[in-house]
Each structure stands twice: as C-alpha cells, then as structure tokens.
C-alpha cells in the first residue's frame, strides 16, 4: 500500500498570502496524485487532478506540480472562503490512499 | 449535471450489515468511462477507499475490508449499492459515495456523505 505523507498538519494563514502544501508518497506514483478540497461539515471537491492539471470551475489561484514522489498545491492569494482540509490522493495502484489531511485556517 | 445521493439507516447494531445506497441523478451510471465507488472518513479523521464497480459489475475493494464488503450495481435504477458484513464500532463513520473518472483515476463528483453510526 502506498502512503501519502502531506506537511505541514495544520497551516495559520494571512488572507492574500502563499499556500503551499506538500504530499510525499512512499513510492514512485508518476502523476497519478490529486488534491481536493474538504470545508467544515461538507463533502470533498476535487482541485487538481493528475498532480498539475486544473479543472474547470476551480479559481485559478489553486495550481498543483510534482511527479514521482514529491508533489505541491499552492494557493496563490489565499482567500477567506479557502478555509478547509486538503488532501491528496493516489490513484497510481491499489488500495487508493490519501494523505492525512492539511488544515488551513485564516488568521 | 450529475449528482450523487448517498441513503440508508444511520444507525447500525453491532455484528449486522450497513447498507448503503447511492443514487445518481443526472446522468447515466452505464455510461462508461466511470467507476462509481465508496469512500468512508472516521469521525475527525482522515479517508479510507471502500472499494469501486464499473457498470458491467467488475468490482475493486481496499484489501483491509474485502473480506466483509460487496459493492454491487443496478444499472435500471442508476443506483450502486454498499454492503459491509459484521459491523463493529470501529466502523462509524461518515459514508461517502463518488465517480471515478477511469483514466486518471481520479475522484471527481462526490455525494454528501451520510453518517453511520455502530451501536447498540
């Protein structure tokens, strides 16, 4: 089983500062890693797939990079409403995997 | 626009069979280039892939549960459905359903999610 290991665990941010969340998989994935986006008693969204790909819908402040075992999510600009829980996820072998989660608060 | 519905009871007694049900709106589960899939997330914690079906009913589950799981598809109600077997505490938790896009692999349409919970 692969795991995914994000860092930083919790995150206090300034509005209109830089996000960056880190996701470290155990092995070599390629691009098979996504990111999504959980807010407080809601479901998930999906932000990023296939470790940079944007998606439609998704504000562009929101970009993801990486390949084989390192990966980022950065949040350029970062905005009140993007209070949440990230997390990444593996989608390269099964079982499918997620990181433990990033929580980001606005100070 | 597709949409995904989680429905089934909330509370479960220890050593019987959750039962879920997803219902997809909008679009249909037979459609291909999908699969459809459970995901569950502990109280305060993090996820845990349930396993995944395509409409053709091949079927994909976590190793840690496959022993108690049956996901299964009933393409005439746009419905697929989650049976876990022998229930414990340790199972609560809130249930999601969600699509799989098939080439990536990725998570891209989520439902609600519905609390389980394990008591007696």
């Known amino acids: 089983e692969i795991v995914l290991t994000q860092s930083p665990d919790f995150q206090s941010v300034t509005p209109k500062e830089k996000v960056t969340i880190t996701c470290r998989a155990s092995?070599?994935?390629?691009?098979?890693l996504h990111w999504y986006q959980q807010k407080p008693h809601q479901s998930l969204k999906l932000l990023i797939r296939?470790?940079?790909q944007s998606l439609s819908g998704v504000p562009s402040r929101f970009s993801g990079s990486g390949s084989g075992t390192d990966f980022t999510l950065t949040i350029n600009s970062l905005e009140a409403e993007d209070a949440a829980t990230y997390y990444c996820?593996?989608?390269?072998?099964?079982?499918?995997?997620f990181g433990q989660g990033t929580k980001v608060e606005i100070k | 626009q597709v949409q995904l519905q989680e429905s089934g009871p909330g509370l479960v007694k220890p050593s019987q069979t959750l039962s879920l049900t997803c219902t997809v709106s909008g679009g249909s589960i037979s459609g291909g280039g999908y699969y459809w899939s459970w995901i569950r997330q502990h109280p305060g914690k993090g996820l845990e892939w349930i396993g995944y079906i395509y409409y053709s009913g091949s079927t994909y589950y976590n190793p840690s549960l496959k022993s108690r799981v049956t996901v299964s598809v009933d393409t005439s109600k746009n419905q697929f459905s989650l049976k876990l077997y022998s229930v414990t505490a340790a199972d609560t938790a809130v249930y999601y359903c969600?699509?799989?896009?098939?080439?990536?692999?990725?998570?891209?349409?989520w439902g609600r999610g519905t609390l389980v919970t394990v008591s007696s």
């Open positions: 969600a699509r799989v896009m098939a080439r990536a692999g990725d998570f891209d349409l």
């Open positions: 996820h593996q989608s390269s072998s099964l079982p499918h995997t």
């Open positions: 296939s470790a940079s």
């Open positions: 092995q070599s994935i390629g691009s098979s």
